[in-house]
Each structure stands twice: as C-alpha cells, then as structure tokens.
C-alpha cells in the first residue's frame, strides 16, 4: 500500500479543506436575490413561473376566470404556496382552502400576501373590497391569518377588519430594518394614507397616518375608487391613479417610519383615467395605463422620467384594453390586455421614452387569455440589483452579473481603478475583476442598442482580508515536552476551520508540527495562515570536570535556544551564595568564583526563561537543578 509522506498528506488535507470551504463561503455570500414573486397566478387560469429566468406559462386547474384583482406568494425557492382572488384562497396544488375572504375579485387590488417575518409558516392575507352605495356592505380593509403547516383542509378564517372604507388600493413593502412589512391602504372621503406594520408579533392595528395629496371621494358612478398604488421597490416612492379624477400622483415614502409625503400630481394627458401603475427597478422612472370604460376601446401606455420633468411620454396605443402593469424578477414590466392571448413587455424599463422598448404581444399566454388584472406582491421581492457582483474582498476575482439582458448589442464596464491599467475596461457580458486596493468604486456600465447609448452607475465595496491569526513574527511557537500551548485564531470571525477540521477560535496543542487555520470574516473574506509549533528540548547536565582536557570542562545547557527568549543562568553554593550567573546561552560556567576554584561537590543552579510567542504562559518559566563538580 503506497503512503503519502506525513507532510504531504496534511497539506493535501489541507488544501481540500480551504477549497470546500471556499466554495461554501461563496455560496453563502453571494447575492442571493427573493424568490417569493416567481411565481404568478392570474385570470384567465394562468400560471406563469419565472424559476428558471425566463417566463413559462402553464394552465390553472383553479376556477380563476374572471376578473381585476389577485395575489401570489412563493416560497424563499420560488415555488408557488398560495394563490387567491382576493375572496377564494387556494394552496400550491390549486387545492380550494378558503371561500370566506373579504375582498372582492373585481377590486382593482384585491388582495396581498404578506409573510410574518418570524419565518415560522404564518401568512396574512390583506384584502380591499368594492365600494357601494348604502345599504348594501362594503368591507373595507381586512385581513386574514393563515398557518402553513395547518392548511389541510382549511375552509375558514379568521378576518379582521382594519378601514371600513378603502378605495381598491393596496400595496406593501419590507421595512427599512429589513425584518417587518409595512402594507399601505387609502382612506375614502378623505386624503389619508394607512401604513400597517407587520412584525413577528402579527399586524399592528394602529397604523401610521398621513394627510397628504387628493382626497379620494365621489359616488359610484365617479370611479375614484378604481386604480392600482405602488410602492417603489426601494421603498423611497409612492404612486397611485384615481381613475375617476383623471390623475397620477406620486409621493416620497419613508420604510423606516412608515409616512407619505411631499405629494407630486401628474394630470392623464388624454380623455382615459389611469389604471394600472408601476415603477421601474431602479425607482427613476413610472409606468401608467389609461383605459376607457369602454371595453376593446383604445387605451394608452405612458412613461414619466421622475428625475426629469415629469411629463408623460406615450409608449403605445392599442385596441385592447391595456390594463394592469407588474415588475418581474426579471427587470421587465408586464401590462395586461382584456382579453387578449398576449401580455405586453417592457423589455428595458430603466431607459427613457421609447427605448425602454415596449412590446405588444411580447409574451404568448399559449392559447389563454388574459384579463384586467395581474398578480399584486410586496414590493420589496422586486427590488434586485440591475448588476449583482460576487466575491467582494481584495485579491479576488470579483464576477459581475446583469439581471436584465434584453437588448444589448454591446457593453462597456469601466471599474473605476485606472491604476489596473488595460483591465479596467472590459466588453464582456459577465466579466471578472481584481481591484487593486480594498475600498468603495464606482462602476459604470455603458449599454448600446440601436445606436444608442445608456450609462449606468452602482458603487461597489471591495473589503480588505482579515488580518493574519497569527500576528507575532517568525509564525512559529515553543512547547515544553508534557506542556501544551493555545493557538488562537483572533476574535469576532464567521466561521473557523483548523488543519484536523475543528472549527473553534482556539486550538490547544501539545504536539510539536505545523497547524493551519482558515478564517471567514463577517464580510466573507477568507484569510489563511500557518503557525510552526517546535519543541523546545532542554538538557541540563548533572555534572560535569573542569580539568581543562577538553571535555566537558563547562558547565552549560545544551539543546535548541533560539525559542527562548528572557534567559537568565545562576549557579549558587549550599549556603546561597550566588557565584555565577549570565544571559548569554553561549557561556558557560568554569567552576571559579572571583577567579578561584570552587571544590568538588554539589551546587545548585536556578534558569530563568521565556518562550517565544507562548500565548499561554505569559510569566517567566524557572527551573531548578543540581551540578556535581568532578575533580
């Protein structure tokens, strides 16, 4: 049986050690995107998955044939849980779990999942219902709880009712501390906003109120009520239509306390009210439909530059009714269309006016038609980088990705770290860079398409390594035989892996030979460094005859010195009297005192001693011992 020498073997071990870890501190810092919008449920019984980044559309066994408003959650994978038209709630297998919600199908939002952020299976399904005139009920906000490892055979649920009258806006997005919710509903006959906190102690009742912008009133037949509300997905804007009105307006929006403010109205420019609404990923730019009570009317699409002046820019017009609008994991935004076999796309949303390049039947439904309404999520599981970047610490390759490809003939990257010379520019679809020094950069992006030319900016942090483990130089240390000494890795690191696989901050040894240490630090960059434990093997001789042959003539320690450090030597009479002593490894004692022979006998010695870098035992090591003189 061959044998790896031992040397050889541990560094091998070693090496498979650091390269599983290393791919396992990749996976688990990399970005990881949201997946809890990627899978859509909408009329007529579609189902449209974006898992595998592109859409696929699939046939609902549900009966979800008719109507505006409805709601889907995946789980953290992408694979779909529930599903609900604002008044039936299904599960994954399209399995009827409720018939008792209280929202409305024909509300322009009917209904929203929210999960609470303990991660422990609980769901709360928000609802708005119908405005009619008295006496007949109108519901309001409400909302529902639902457990997931409970849902067999639910037919029932508990409904809490927060407004009793709302127009058919809801909308929702994650706290700025990056744990809660908040859910966003309009009050009627007045102007004020309700901003619902959602935490793991369940849906806060008392809502955050804000008086801002149009108050939304007016009888049945005004259709103020009618229109969707959207949250950026930074959560730093708002925007709703009032259909009725003939208006857009749009808002500034705090996640961390929950409050709307410094309202902005941007009047329909054509005879049609706003419908559906949507903002680009980047929050720049926001998307409106005008539709016409009439159904197969001619309806319009628009674009407003936030950033600019604000003025709607017409994209399409179309004989279909162009309706709702939702952003996708993908970057696109879909637009409904009445009855038609086709979804509309806009391919590129960040890009202004025409080239963000909407697309009429720009996704086939295979053989379905769609309806008013699509599906409405928490805003947040959209908010996904343009360009995501992996391996943030410095020396590493750093791989950059697009999220939206569509529409590219070519591309310029500029890192923004000249000092790299020729490789600080790049052509390539998903290119790799080192940066030369730990720190924050500028990226630029450049994209052409149709001779055109789009610039983008994103900052990118590039971390240092953590320090080295072992920061005392030579990274070698001393061990007495029968001692044992502590190798510690340094504070405050994500994960540890030693050479024999432990994964402890310290490491106790008592073996002399190399140890070696992996450290991730909370950033995700990897350090490695190797500390040389020696053994330090001191003999002191019993005895020894200073007749001047040659042999053994002083008396001396032997063995290895360079791992001592402190050393002092003394040499003592039986009666105390000290009558040598030096620091220097290299004397050795001739048997005089003051230049006079000692006699034959015993004497006692007394060695002081510090060991190299010994982290264990800080005080001086004194050891004790007897030398016969031979004459």
């Known amino acids: 049986m061959l044998r790896l020498p031992r ?20 996976n688990e810092c990399a970005y990881k995107r949201p997946h809890e919008a990627d899978t859509w449920c909408f009329y007529s019984k579609i189902r449209m998955g974006f898992n595998s980044g592109s859409p696929s559309i699939q046939n609902l066994p549900s009966p979800l044939n008719s109507g505006k408003g409805c709601a889907s959650i995946s789980d953290e994978n992408g694979d779909l849980l529930l599903y609900t038209d604002g008044m039936l709630l299904w599960n994954k297998n399209s399995t009827l779990l409720s018939n008792t919600l209280s929202g409305d199908l024909g509300s322009t939002q009917s209904s929203l999942f929210v999960p609470n952020p303990n991660g422990l299976g609980k769901y709360y399904i928000f609802t708005t219902h119908l405005l009619y005139p008295p006496p007949l009920t109108t519901n309001g906000l409400c909302y529902s709880t639902i457990h997931m490892d409970s849902i067999s055979g639910v037919d029932t649920l508990p409904v809490k009712k927060l407004l009793a009258k709302t127009p058919e806006k809801l909308t929702g997005v994650q706290h700025s501390n990056g744990i809660d919710f908040w859910v966003v509903a309009h009050g009627w006959d007045n102007n004020t906003f309700y ?20 108050i939304q009133t007016g009888t ?10 959207k949250i950026s997905p930074d959560g730093t804007k708002l925007a709703l239509a009032i259909f009725g009105a003939k208006l857009v307006e749009w808002f500034d929006f705090d996640a961390g306390s929950g409050k709307v403010s410094n309202p902005r109205q941007i009047p329909s420019p054509d005879a049609y009210g706003p419908y559906g609404i949507e ?14 009570a009439t159904t197969n009317a001619s309806n319009n699409l628009y674009q407003v530059d936030l950033t600019g002046a604000g003025t709607p820019v017409l994209l399409n017009t179309l004989s279909n009714n162009m309706t709702a609008l939702q952003l996708a994991v993908d970057g696109k935004i879909y637009v409904a269309r009445y009855n038609y076999a086709f979804l509309g796309v806009i391919e590129n949303p960040n890009r202004p006016d025409i080239a963000c390049n909407y697309i009429e039947d720009g996704l086939s439904l295979n053989g379905n038609q769609g309806k008013m309404g699509l599906p409405n999520f928490i805003q947040s599981y959209l908010n996904i980088p343009a360009v995501t970047y992996e391996t943030k610490c410095h020396g590493d390759d750093t791989y950059f990705y697009l999220n939206n490809r569509s529409n590219i003939d070519s591309l310029t990257w500029n890192f923004g770290d000249p000092t790299t010379g020729s490789t600080n520019i790049s052509q390539q679809l998903e ?17 052409w398409f149709n001779n055109r030319s789009f610039v983008s900016t994103f900052p990118v942090k590039i971390n240092p390594l953590p320090p080295k483990s072992f920061s005392f130089d030579p990274d070698s ?48 960059c ?24 040659g042999t053994n003539d002083k008396f001396r320690i032997k063995g290895p010195t360079q791992g001592i450090d402190n050393y002092h030597f003394y040499v003592y009479n039986r009666w105390g009297q000290l009558l040598w002593e030096t620091d220097s490894f290299t004397d ?11 006699p034959a006998g015993t004497y006692v010695w007394v060695m002081q001693f510090g060991v190299t870098g010994n982290v264990l035992k800080k005080d001086k090591i004194v050891k004790r011992g007897m030398v016969t003189i031979v004459r």
């Open 431 to 447: 290119p790799s860079h080192i940066f030369s020094t730990p720190g924050n950069y500028s990226i630029n992006l450049t994209e």
């Open 220 to 229: 049945l037949n005004s259709r103020n009520m009618v229109g969707a509300m």
């Open 195 to 214: 901003a619902y906190k959602v935490s793991k102690s369940g849906v806060d009742s008392i809502p955050v109120e804000s008086n801002v912008g149009t």
């Open 526 to 549: 990897m350090q490695q460094d190797t500390m040389k434990v020696l053994l330090l093997d001191l003999f002191v001789p019993n005895a020894f005859s200073p007749n001047f042959d």
């Open 588 to 598: 050795g004692w001739d048997a005089t005192f003051k230049g006079v022979e000692c």
């Open 477 to 524: 240390i001393y061990i007495l035989p029968g001692s044992a000494v502590l190798l510690d890795a340094g504070d405050f690191m994500k994960t540890y892996e030693w050479s024999d696989g432990s994964t402890n901050e310290t490491l106790e040894v008592s073996e002399p030979g190399f140890y070696y240490i992996t450290i991730v630090d909370t950033n995700c």
């Open 279 to 292: 903002f680009s990923p980047d929050g720049t730019k926001l998307y409106f439909t005008t539709v016409y």
């Open 7 to 26: 040397l050889l073997f541990t560094l091998i071990l070693v090496f498979l050690v650091w390269f599983q870890m290393q791919a396992q501190t990749i």
